[in-house]
């Protein structure tokens, strides 16, 4: 049955008030897919939907609900039920969710947990986000130094119910420091006898607490790797971070990134059912500062109003020039900002990427005169067309490295290198280009400059 | 010892005639980390180097070495020592390398390698780009449907050495038919004698060999698993696409789409490393259609010429309004472009996301026209004023509607949306926005329009 048969039939089954069969024809999905059907149908419905669940599939299906749902439920759920579902949920989601919660119910929770949950929820609730801490998981498998194979299976085993895989556990002293890694295809094949010790990674890759979000899934995709261990200032074993949660990051830093160089700020939930209101927060200010930034390329133009009076053709060439210095511009930004986003490029290489672009723009540059020149000559006559070919060779090299270093210059001052966005690295190359146009206009056709 | 330490001490060791030395001191190292030493060394010392490694750790050092070095690297190779080497490596990398050998070099190692390996590697090799045939590897675990926990322990053990993980493995009939997964956690806990249908989900996500890879991404991200089984037309399995691919896929999707955003031809090798000419290509293209384009802003600005030379300080306002078009069609383009590869919005969604559009725009414009009227009134007085406020307006909204729609006009058209790049965007809200103003200019100020 496919999704749309699958929902009018429950759309049926629901007027007729007959929740069971809704479930009975979920019962086989995927906990994701559940979210998804409950998602689409009216908070109230869903909510009736989903309490009607066990609670270790509820737990599931509600660890896939977006954030504003998750919330919402949350808050209408009588408390005795909201504090078993929170005791199902995996350890991090379940604090991403608390700590979204408005401080009263944190406490109401904290309080009606087991005293051991209640303080795995804080401390990782207590981490800054987008940091290791806040993604991590606490759910690991930690395994004694001093087991044999027997009885680190063993320990699997008891482990496994509760634990976000146990493909991949941690070995540990008697302080808890991490000192290995071992994989469960190792240990089923090994002497039941044998110290684990023997069978370990001794030299485990570990990530720290405090590590940003970006970096550790930058090494999990690096390696290759199912998991990484999160140790603390002592080293001591206090988390995993899964491919899964890799995954999630590498998404949303790419959404980011992407919205940042739009000239959008950063909307984490999605463009179709955020509120309108937040719609237009997210974007006004970056219109309104660049609309300002725009008065850089108006100065220009009343500096040079003598000229353009004397010569109102040159206006005709005005977007192709200033466009061009601008998509020049946002070329090489958009390489860079990815570039440094993917550690392909660092700022120790500014200078030899400063010295490839010179090079390309001038390539670029070139051609682009090349190709406006015959323009220039047909509208305005040879005076015309050496203006333009000039202007268009400049503004070309000028918009590539300025596209290219606005990227590094930020990193530098530890800003997101993807606020280099296209729109601002255009309305800056517009203002370059208008006083070069004109300019070199002036020198070339012999009019007076004056202030307007 | 940091890396620095380690690459001088490696230098100073190959000074004077010791590699081993350099090899003793990456012994300890991942495979990763090594492929990234071979490739600050000159191509002849790290081939040098990487030919002393044993041929498992050769296979797997390759692996990660970048698609250039590779070939450069498997081309020097003497025959004998490449075919060794192919044979070590992963299915599904090997497959890509080979994929890029020139012909000849591809038939003789056809002919020097086991038939089934060669077999293995040219279906591999046929599948289209970006598929999930392409980045699938064939070495999975299946498990056949009569086999008891026991049986399937032991094919697992066996089973091993080849496979890329084991922790998922799949079951099929007695025509290698799919019939379902089995994770490795539920075998190992199980009672020996148990026939593992029992144990098997037996409606497993599968994708088909056809199947977009970023489609595949998207399943292996929603439903946060390990690895998704690949079958042919007949349901039969023929691989797996396991969970660091699906990283990778999503990585240089996010840079495919930031690439095209900024008007970049996808480049999928690095912007540091890639050859001048390569990276003028991926540029000139884009830059030259843009010029093009921006000669329909030219165009307006000729047939209003009359008007601008009656008033040239309407020039002033010209950057900050068709910018401000550019900037609004950005950032509706940036929205949708990720939206859509996201799957957050659908083409079924257009009309929804007209109606919210526009209200945002509403908003976004009349606060524009607010912000550019104070200047109107101070630089040109009330009729100027009126001129730019309601032009304000009027392109704001012009521009995100049009920077919303074209993702899915490209969309419905098969073309990536995000060749709906921020600079196409721009001029396209250029030409309007040159229209749209001198048009208000004209009827407002009474001045005619004659064409040029």
Redesign the interface.
């Known amino acids: 049955m496919n999704y749309e048969d699958l929902q009018a039939a429950a759309e049926r089954d629901f007027e007729n008030h007959d929740p069971s069969e809704v479930l009975a024809s979920l019962a086989?999905e995927?906990p994701?897919d559940i979210a998804h059907h409950l998602d689409e149908w009216s908070s109230e419905a869903g909510l009736a939907l989903l309490k009607r669940l066990d609670v270790a599939r509820q737990a599931k299906v509600f660890g896939y609900l977006d954030d504003e749902r998750q919330l919402e439920w949350a808050e209408q759920l009588p408390s005795e039920a909201l504090v078993e579902l929170v005791s199902e949920m995996n350890a991090d989601e379940r604090a991403d969710l608390v700590a979204e919660f408005p401080e009263t119910l944190q406490q109401l929770l904290y309080g009606k947990l087991e005293r051991e949950e209640a303080e795995d929820i804080q401390r990782l609730v207590a981490y800054e986000e987008e940091t290791a801490g806040a993604i991590m998981t606490s759910d690991v498998v930690s395994l004694h130094d001093r087991m044999t194979v027997q009885e680190a299976?063993d320990s699997l085993?008891d482990q496994?119910p509760d634990s976000e895989t146990?493909?991949r556990a941690y070995v540990v002293d008697d302080h808890d420091h991490l000192v290995g890694a071992i994989r469960?295809?190792n240990l089923?094949?090994a002497r039941r006898d044998r110290p684990i010790t023997e069978l370990m990674e001794s030299?485990a890759?570990a990530v720290h607490v405090t590590d940003d979000q970006e970096e550790v899934a930058k090494q999990?995709?690096?390696?290759?790797?199912?998991a990484v261990p999160v140790v603390d200032d002592d080293d001591r074993l206090v988390g995993m971070i899964t491919?899964?949660d890799?995954?999630?990051v590498?998404?949303d830093e790419?959404?980011e990134?992407?919205?940042s160089?739009?000239?959008?700020s950063d909307?984490p939930i999605?463009?179709?059912d955020a509120p309108?209101t937040t719609?237009?927060r997210k974007?006004?200010g970056?219109?309104?500062l660049?609309?300002f930034g725009?008065?850089f390329?108006?100065g220009g133009?009343?500096y040079f109003?003598d000229t353009?009076?004397a010569y109102?053709?040159l206006?005709?060439?005005?977007?192709?020039l200033?466009?061009?210095a601008?998509?020049?511009g946002?070329?090489a930004?958009?390489?860079?900002?990815?570039?440094l986003a993917?550690g392909?490029?660092q700022i120790k290489?500014w200078g030899?990427?400063i010295g490839?672009e010179l090079?390309?723009a001038l390539?670029?540059g070139v051609?682009?005169a090349l190709?406006?020149s015959s323009?220039g000559i047909f509208r305005g006559g040879p005076d015309v067309a050496i203006v333009v070919a000039a202007t268009m060779l400049i503004v070309?090299i000028f918009g590539s490295l300025l596209g290219m270093s606005l990227p590094f210059v930020l990193q530098q001052l530890k800003v997101d290198p993807a606020t280099a966005?296209?729109?601002l690295v255009?309305?800056m190359a517009?203002?370059g280009g208008?006083i070069i146009y004109f300019g070199i206009a002036t020198m070339v056709l012999g009019l007076p400059a004056s202030p307007a």
């Open positions: 086989d995927h994701a299976l085993r496994a146990i493909y469960l295809q089923i094949f030299n890759l999990i995709a690096k390696y290759d790797i199912l491919h899964d890799a995954l999630d590498v998404q790419a959404t990134d992407i919205h160089f739009g000239a959008v909307l999605s463009v179709r309108l719609m237009y974007r006004i970056w219109l309104i660049l609309v725009a008065l390329s108006s133009i009343a109003e353009i009076s109102v053709a206006v005709f060439f005005l977007p192709m200033i466009g061009s601008g998509n020049a946002s070329q930004a958009t390489l860079m900002v990815r570039a993917l392909d490029v290489d030899i990427m490839r090079l390309v390539a670029l051609t682009m190709a406006v323009i070309v966005s296209a729109p255009a309305t517009d203002a208008v």
